[in-house]
């Protein structure tokens, strides 16, 4: 069920506001409940609800961010809607961020169908870290758990997400993202299963954060640190993450959980996504540049070849590759990095305008 709210009142009590994220009482509006329904929101409209246990069980709060792609939604929402979870102890918050194709009809569709899916709507800001922190703030649950439109998750994952809180008790958790070719095995989708991936383990370990894409925290967590930078094209999961750590929560890696994630059959669509990832990387350098050990957005090494023998080291734990194929990904390697170092020099040539003007 969708709907809108048009009357809204301030508050500017709650959690501090944490580098362009939204304090936990920002904005609060006029709510109202219909046969148990949460209703969902335009961009701006808070909708806070408790925890309402019942058997015990904790509610999970499961929020998916969503522009333009009907069919990712969609192939998600099977997944998560059925759970072994009960329906009445977790929640699917479809975030639409503006879209303008079919999306919004999609989720319609399966909240028409599943009392425990909501549509909620950031249609003023447009990012992913704005349309997730639309959805914490429609989120009723302890626990909130992200996900990417076009992931899957096992019938089990609800329950697993719980069941790991309780056996852990951390407040912040990541999971194994397996990657997987859906259809042409491209050069694109190859190189993407092989060597893009999500290291989360090593994230957790050395960096103190995971992706988005596989990631639960408790209501405390955002309550004391606050909410996902929405200026952030990319890289804002880091950030977050990194806050969550100086806190002093507790971080926890649960190999038991794996969340599958397809690859990017298109090369153009994977060079694209690494001029995100650049410009997030300015992006870092400019909001906190305590955290940034980039070096030198012009330094020469941005522009020279990866070295041979580290790539190969890093191929051959993945694979045996014939020649062919080897130079074939050392090149898509090399554009990758080359697309990265265009996204931040033209980010920050935005950023100095920006500020100028």
């Known amino acids: 069920m969708e709907v809108r709210l048009d009357s809204e009142e301030r508050d500017r009590g709650g959690r501090p506001d944490v580098a362009h994220g939204r304090s936990a009482n920002e904005s609060e509006r006029t709510t109202v409940r219909i046969d148990g329904f949460r209703p969902t929101s335009t961009a701006g409209a808070v909708v806070r609800g408790t925890d309402t246990q019942r058997d015990g069980l904790p509610t999970l709060s499961v929020v998916v961010p969503v522009y333009n792609d009907p069919r990712g939604i969609r192939t998600t929402l099977e997944s998560v809607a059925k759970q072994t979870y009960p329906a009445e102890s977790y929640e699917v918050l479809a975030v639409d961020n503006g879209s303008t194709d079919g999306t919004g009809e999609v989720i319609r569709a399966f909240a028409g169908l599943y009392d425990h899916v909501h549509l909620v709507v950031e249609d003023e800001l447009q990012g992913s870290y704005a349309a997730r922190n639309e959805g914490v703030e429609n989120a009723c649950g302890s626990l909130v758990a992200f996900l990417d439109a076009d992931m899957t998750v096992e019938e089990d994952w609800a329950e697993s997400v719980v069941a790991s809180h309780e056996r852990h008790g951390w407040d912040y958790m990541g999971a194994p993202v397996e990657t997987y070719i859906e259809g042409e095995r491209t050069i694109g989708a190859v190189y993407d299963d092989l060597l893009g991936g999500f290291p989360v383990e090593q994230y957790m370990t050395e960096k103190g954060f995971t992706v988005t894409a596989s990631l639960a925290v408790t209501r405390e967590v955002f309550d004391e640190v606050g909410s996902f930078d929405e200026r952030y094209t990319s890289q804002g999961d880091g950030e977050f993450g990194k806050r969550v750590r100086e806190a002093g929560f507790v971080q926890h890696y649960e190999p ?40 030198s957005l012009i330094a020469l090494g941005r522009f020279l070849p990866p070295n041979p023998v580290s790539f190969h080291r890093r191929l051959a734990d ?40």
């Open 318 to 357: 993945a694979t045996d590759p014939t020649a062919r194929r080897l130079l074939t990904l050392y090149g898509v390697d090399y554009l990758s990095k080359l697309a990265r170092t265009a996204g931040a020099i033209v980010e920050s040539i935005d950023l100095r305008r920006s500020e100028r003007a």
């Open 256 to 295: 038991a959980i794996t969340v599958y994630h397809p690859t990017r059959t298109d090369l153009r669509a994977w060079l694209r996504k690494q001029v995100r990832i650049g410009r997030g990387a300015a992006q870092h350098r400019r909001f906190h540049p305590g955290y940034s050990d980039d070096g």
